[in-house]
């Protein structure tokens, strides 16, 4: 198994004494093998929360994350990174902390990531980056790793992206995170419809 | 077994991966360019190539030998020449100087104190051979600071050229150049890999399009794509973009 994303919860609060909850995110999911998967979802609706806590860069509430079997959480924080990595934007994302010393946690057992989470690429139809980003997606499915596509679409062009290059994916909102198995089943969703307005529209009129 | 070679080189600052597994191929006699966005690793890996960090993990290789790990000043003895982004020139020393303090045969005598090197004869030509190399030998005896800034960039690469290299390095040459000096700069590369094995860190991509045998695309520290430039264009994305356009 690859990816295992097992009754994760994460809830943020205000208030040192009352702790009064002011976002909360659930997932439980499963990824069998290497694929590409995409993820959407609107500004604020926890989408780069779950990739943090992917990559260990962020601890559960409760719940767990196994990535080829091993529990990110129980991993070295200075080996995490060979699990799963965080790109945002272009620069790579890490800020691990750990209550346990690296010591008393588990190695790795991987030089390279397994699975790599590309938060929303600049992607720009003007100088040809696309195409080699798409390329590269393609070539790390092909050496056996899971990547994570997530973008924020309000170009008609990221709807392209999403359907040419990914075969599953991951709809954000509001803290709860659904999966589907192809494009067509994904923009069937109302809620989907109504994130992605009238992007839809102008590709149906196409 | 390419002319210089870099297999699965890794680097890290602290906690963060800045190279991830970077295979690299130069041929001798070519063009290589190294491209790509802002932040994505191109400098760090320009200086890894030439020894200024040692990488984490990874081997390079130039003409079979291993030079992982040498020190700057081994390898530059061993015909490995770069250029520096921020430009490098002794502003109040006459343009042919700054060529002349560059060569092997300088350092040799610089010892010699009773000698006036910069009367050297054989130096003085030597220099001037590199000069009109670079299409300066006109302004040999300017100062540096008269220089436009498309020239300047032409004498740093003479400066590099002075080490007498089998395989040069340029860092993001046309920076700072309008597109008359970049057409120039263009043209000079052009003559230059008559005599010289070249790999050029490039932004620019029309300007490596039209100079580059074979071009690696880095980004996210990693080599994403890489190809002839006509490669590279066949893919769709690239044929919708500015690139694609690229004769």
């Known amino acids: 198994m690859m990816l295992e994303v097992k009754n994760l919860e994460k809830t943020y609060t205000k208030g040192a004494l009352s702790r009064t909850p002011t976002f909360s995110l659930s997932a439980d999911f499963k990824i069998e093998g290497p694929g590409i998967v995409g993820m959407m979802g609107p500004n604020g609706s926890g989408k780069t929360t779950l990739f943090e806590l992917i990559t260990g860069s962020n601890n559960p509430t409760s719940g767990r994350v196994l990535v080829q079997g091993k529990d990110i959480h129980k991993v070295r924080t200075d080996q995490r990174d060979r699990l799963a990595i965080h790109y945002h934007q272009s620069y790579q994302v890490r800020h691990f902390r750990s209550l346990k010393p690296n010591v008393m946690l588990d190695d790795a057992g991987s030089d390279y990531p397994m699975v790599h989470l590309f938060d929303e690429p600049q992607f720009n139809t003007q100088d040809g980056y696309i195409g080699f980003m798409l390329d590269f997606f393609r070539k790390l499915r092909a050496e056996g790793r899971l990547v994570f596509l997530c973008v924020h679409p309000n170009e008609q062009f990221h709807l392209e992206i999403l359907k040419e290059i990914c075969e599953r994916f991951i709809f954000v909102q509001t803290g709860t995170v659904t999966t589907h198995d192809s494009y067509d089943g994904l923009i069937q969703k109302e809620e989907v419809r109504t994130y992605l307005g009238k992007l839809l529209l102008e590709e149906e009129t196409v | ?247």
């Open chain 2, 1 to 247: 077994m390419a002319f210089f070679e870099a297999r699965n080189i890794h680097k890290r600052f602290g906690s963060s991966v800045v190279l991830e597994k970077i295979d690299l191929d130069f041929e001798q006699g070519q063009i290589s360019g190294i491209m790509g966005p802002n932040g994505a690793g191109k400098t760090t890996c320009f200086n890894v190539l030439t020894g200024r960090y040692a990488p984490n993990r990874g081997t390079m290789t130039f003409e079979g030998r291993d030079i992982t790990g040498l020190s700057p000043q081994r390898i530059a003895r061993m015909g490995i020449s770069r250029s520096f982004q921020i430009m490098n020139l002794f502003d109040d020393s006459a343009v042919i100087e700054n060529i002349m303090i560059a060569l092997p045969e300088f350092r040799d005598m610089r010892s010699n104190m009773i000698r006036p090197v910069f009367r050297d004869k054989m130096l003085e030509a030597e220099a001037m051979e590199i000069l009109s190399q670079v299409g300066l030998q006109d302004v040999a005896w300017e100062p540096s600071k008269s220089l436009s800034y498309g020239q300047r960039r032409a004498l740093e690469i003479g400066v590099a050229l002075a080490a007498k290299p089998r395989i040069v390095f340029l860092d993001e040459p046309t920076q700072g150049l309008g597109a008359e000096a970049t057409r120039q700069l263009s043209t000079l590369i052009k003559q230059l890999r008559e005599r010289y094995t070249i790999v050029l860190i490039e932004h620019d991509m029309r300007f490596l399009f039209e100079l580059a045998d074979k071009i690696s695309v880095i980004h996210w520290g990693q080599v994403i794509a890489e190809g002839t430039p006509s490669e590279l264009q066949s893919n769709s994305w690239v044929q919708r973009s500015a690139l694609g356009e690229i004769a």
